[in-house]
Antibody
Framework: QVQLQESGPGLVKPSETLSLTCNVSGYSISTSYFWGWIRQPPGKGLEWIGSIYHSGSTFYNSSLRSRVTISVDRSKNQFSLKMTSVTAADTAVYYC???????????????WGQGTLVTVSS | EVLMTQSPATLSVALGERATLSCRASESISTKLAWYQQKPGQAPRLLIYGASTRATGIPARFSGSGSGTEFTLTISSLQSEDFAVYYCQQYNYWPPITFGQGTRLEIK
């Protein structure tokens, strides 16, 4: 069973960089699929941030592209999110997931990670 | 960017009754449409993909239909555990993958 687990600081200061990692178990991300990040501000809806293939190919939401970098560490079976120059508007629960980019969704699609709340505050 | 619009924003339905949730895409997305259920404090759970295929372990009372720009999620006989927020997601055009704003299903 594929499982995803986010980790990283729960509090980030304004103007600093948010860094999160998603650990994937039960599947080698080097095999296939895009792996992505989605966020949800408190009490609001879902926003797709971007995703990465094991080769390093990435897609980003244009609204966040200038501040976001997604990278992959195949040796650790992990992928990561970095978001620079954060503000209070970036306060959200951040989820990692096997993304639907290119390969879509099928019967093997795992559940998302449980999510991690990141608060931007001084 | 494909805009996904869900209606209604809030739906009040009694236990045992049928609930019908709608999702409209701003352009045709074929059947590249998924539905998620989210309960407070939990991650969204995949219910339906390909517009009409139930995900693993999803009860048969959940069904999806539609293609192109109009989609429907139907819950045939509401159980107490079904009251939650439901999101649709299109994955035909990317980036970005886009979500609807959600429908809150509450007990009448």
């Amino acid at each position: 069973q594929v499982q995803l687990q986010e980790s990283g600081p729960g509090l980030v200061k304004p103007s600093e960089t948010l860094s999160l990692t998603c650990n994937v178990s039960g599947y080698s991300i080097s095999t296939s699929y895009f792996w992505g990040w989605i966020r949800q501000p408190p009490g609001k809806g879902l926003e797709w941030i971007g995703s990465i293939y094991h080769s390093g190919s990435t897609f980003y939401n244009s609204s966040l592209r200038s501040r976001v970098t997604i990278s992959v560490d195949r040796s650790k079976n992990q992928f990561s999110l970095k978001m620079t120059s954060v503000t209070a508007a970036d306060t959200a629960v951040y989820y990692c997931a096997r993304d639907a980019v290119k390969f879509g969704i099928d019967a093997t699609t795992p559940n998302w990670g449980q999510g991690t709340l990141v608060t931007v505050s001084s | 960017e494909v805009l996904m619009t869900q209606s209604p924003a809030t739906l009040s339905v009694a236990l045992g009754e049928r609930a019908t949730l709608s999702c409209r895409a701003s352009e045709s997305i074929s059947t590249k449409l998924a539905w998620y259920q989210q309960k407070p404090g939990q991650a969204p759970r995949l219910l339906i993909y390909g517009a009409s295929t139930r995900a693993t372990g999803i009860p048969a009372r959940f069904s999806g239909s539609g293609s192109g720009t109009e989609f429907t999620l139907t819950i045939s006989s509401l159980q107490s555990e079904d009251f939650a927020v439901y999101y649709c997601q299109q994955y035909n055009y990317w980036p970005p993958i886009t979500f609807g704003q959600g429908t809150r299903l509450e007990i009448k």
